[in-house]
């Protein structure tokens, strides 16, 4: 008597407790047997099983030796939705990117080959949206450099932008060729821009001059120059001077 009384106590505690789900783990029968499987529920009749094949058992009461109930193991919480990663958004070619030199370039030091480091100076925007912010970092190829002497006394440089850097990540881009000549002629620097269709062109001034050349974009496959006085003889754009090229093919990015 005082087991039965003893096993009802156990199911009505089971069935009691709140927060925390149980399970039977196993139901002993006084014929010996034991049974795997989930409680369910329990009254003073009977003590209900859920069974490995999915079917619940019932067990009279008095036919139940003991239950062994462990606690069942709770599910770990869901885990927050990850941040929506931005979307990647091709930035056409015959974009426009705005740059500002970080470092000086002296024509007569510099090989082919050379890099250089500038920065974005104007964010690019697409649809309203900004998708290469203002100060990604730029970095600025010599394709061709002619020092004075090698060419009747005039200074050469040619540049293009390699790759562009925001966001812990790194793109490679193609330009336009942006072309900048010192004239052996009257202490004169010429700057244009190689030919062919999506120029880019060059604003700012070069070193050792007073007011510089503000020096517009040029549109379609047209070529020209531009020369402005300037006060040295050799070829040298100093830092912040501003540049201007042009993509030539699209880039992925993530901003």
Same mark, same amino acid.
């Given at each position: 008597?005082?087991?039965?009384?003893?096993?009802?106590?156990?199911?009505?505690?089971?069935?009691?407790?709140?927060?925390?789900?149980?399970?039977?783990?196993?139901?002993?029968?006084?014929?010996? &047997?034991?049974?795997?499987?989930?409680?369910?529920?329990?009254?003073?009749? !009977?003590?209900?099983?859920?069974?490995?094949?999915?079917?619940?058992?019932?067990?009279?009461?008095?036919?139940?030796? /003991?239950?062994?109930?462990? +606690?069942?193991?709770?599910?770990?919480?869901?885990?927050?939705?990850?941040?929506? $990663?931005?979307?990647?958004?091709?930035?056409? =070619?015959?974009?426009?990117?705005?740059?500002?030199?970080?470092?000086?370039?002296?024509?007569?030091?510099?090989?082919? /080959?050379?890099?250089?480091?500038?920065?974005?100076?104007?964010?690019?925007?697409?649809?309203?949206? !900004?998708?290469?912010?203002?100060? $990604?970092?730029?970095?600025? &190829?010599?394709?061709?450099?002619?020092? *004075? /002497?090698?060419?009747?006394?005039?200074?050469?440089?040619?540049? +293009? =932008?390699?790759?562009?850097?925001?966001?812990? &990540?790194?793109?490679?881009?193609?330009?336009?060729?942006?072309?900048?000549?010192?004239?052996?002629?009257?202490?004169?620097?010429?700057?244009?821009? $190689? /030919?062919?269709?999506?120029?880019?062109?060059?604003?700012?001034?070069?070193?050792?001059?007073?007011?510089?050349?503000?020096?517009?974009?040029?549109?379609?496959?047209?070529?020209?120059?531009?020369?402005?006085?300037?006060?040295?003889?050799?070829?040298?754009?100093? =830092?912040?001077?501003?540049? &201007?090229?042009?993509?030539?093919? *699209?880039?992925?990015?993530?901003?």
């Amino acid at each position: 008597m005082r087991s039965y009384k003893a096993l009802l106590a156990g199911v009505s505690t089971a069935m009691a407790i709140t927060g925390v789900a149980l399970s039977a783990d196993r139901v002993k029968l006084r014929t010996g &047997q034991t049974i795997d499987g989930n409680f369910l529920s329990g009254d003073v009749k !009977v003590v209900r099983v859920l069974l490995a094949n999915g079917k619940v058992a019932e067990f009279p009461i008095e036919d139940v030796a /003991g239950l062994e109930f462990t +606690k069942r193991t709770q599910a770990p919480p869901a885990a927050p939705d990850p941040a929506t $990663a931005p979307k990647p958004i091709t930035v056409p =070619a015959n974009t426009v990117l705005n740059v500002r030199l970080t470092q000086a370039i002296d024509v007569d030091s510099t090989q082919t /080959g050379a890099t250089f480091k500038s920065v974005l100076d104007d964010p690019v925007m697409l649809n309203g949206h !900004v998708v290469i912010p203002r100060s $990604a970092i730029v970095v600025l &190829q010599a394709v061709k450099v002619e020092q *004075a /002497g090698k060419m009747k006394g005039s200074d050469n440089i040619t540049l +293009k =932008a390699s790759t562009l850097s925001f966001g812990g &990540q790194k793109y490679d881009i193609v330009t336009a060729y942006v072309e900048t000549k010192g004239s052996g002629e009257g202490k004169k620097t010429t700057r244009k821009v $190689a /030919g062919g269709a999506g120029l880019g062109a060059i604003v700012g001034g070069i070193a050792g001059g007073g007011t510089g050349a503000a020096i517009g974009a040029l549109a379609g496959g047209a070529t020209g120059a531009i020369v402005a006085s300037q006060g040295t003889e050799h070829l040298k754009l100093a =830092a912040e001077t501003r540049l &201007q090229f042009q993509l030539t093919a *699209a880039v992925t990015v993530r901003p």
